[in-house]
């Protein structure tokens, strides 16, 4: 007589469904602790490489002297940069986006005055470069652009001209509403960059012979913009003040 095949029972279908449940579970695990020590470690690049090219400059940074801050062998750093241009283009990319983003969504809010947006800009470039290290790479950025194109090209194209696009949108929306008279900021919208290029600038150069007051000057830009008819400029706020 045939031998009937035996039914699995729940038990069973369990213990066969939950071997590769725990299977897949460990998988994911050990996926996610591989990206995470590869996310730190990538992070430590990073922040090597900075304090390399703040030290040397791009042109005389090595990637053998990267390596070596950040304790790890240099092909390392090739599984996560290609080259020495990458790695500083990312730094540019990672100090700009909190200014850039916050910009934008500044900007985004049309109940909020166009004075009240540019003081938030002013107060997040200082808070997010000006008051921080990453002011170096502007200075890098400044200094090094011309004899390297391709960064500066990737700084205008994904930086520059969209915080130009904001600011000239904000214009047009101002003069629009009456709240600015005139429409030069939507037909220049690099006059919202100016006084914050000369902030840096003035750090980098003049600020151990004559101290300048950031937030006042700011404060003032604010003012001509916005209120060129008035024959006064607001006093500059104090260090504790709002900038």
């Not at 996560?80 to 700009?96: C, N, Q």
């Not at 130009?164 to 939507?186: H, I, N, P, Q, W």
Request: proline letters at 7%; a positive charge.
């Amino acid at each position: 007589m045939a031998k009937t095949p035996s039914t699995p029972g729940d038990g069973d279908i369990d213990k066969a469904a939950g071997k590769p449940t725990a299977a897949r579970s460990g998988t994911a695990r050990r996926q996610s602790d591989k990206e995470r020590r590869a996310e730190v470690r990538r992070s430590e690049i990073l922040h090597a490489a900075f304090d390399i090219f703040a030290e040397k400059g791009f042109a005389q940074t090595r990637l053998d002297d990267v390596a070596r801050r950040a304790g790890i062998a240099k092909g390392t750093i090739y599984l996560y940069f290609p080259d020495k241009e990458t790695l500083f283009v990312e730094l540019l990319r990672e100090a700009a986006q909190p200014v850039l983003g916050g910009m934008q969504a500044a900007a985004s809010l049309p109940e909020l005055p166009v004075e009240e947006v540019l003081r938030r800009i002013h107060a997040l470039f200082v808070r997010e470069i000006l008051n921080t290290r990453r002011k170096h790479l502007l200075h890098l950025l400044m200094q090094e652009g011309p004899r390297f194109p391709a960064i500066a090209e990737f700084y205008y194209r994904d930086i520059v001209s969209n915080g130009l696009d904001v600011m000239a949108r904000l214009g047009r929306r101002g003069f629009e509403t009456g709240e600015l008279k005139s429409d030069a900021l939507a037909r220049f919208p690099q006059l919202v960059m100016a006084p914050l290029l000369m902030s840096i600038t003035w750090d980098a150069l003049f600020e151990n012979h004559q101290h300048l007051d950031v937030k006042g000057m700011l404060a003032a830009f604010r003012d001509l913009l916005v209120n060129p008819d008035r024959p006064d400029c607001p006093p500059s706020p104090k260090s504790g003040d709002r900038p």
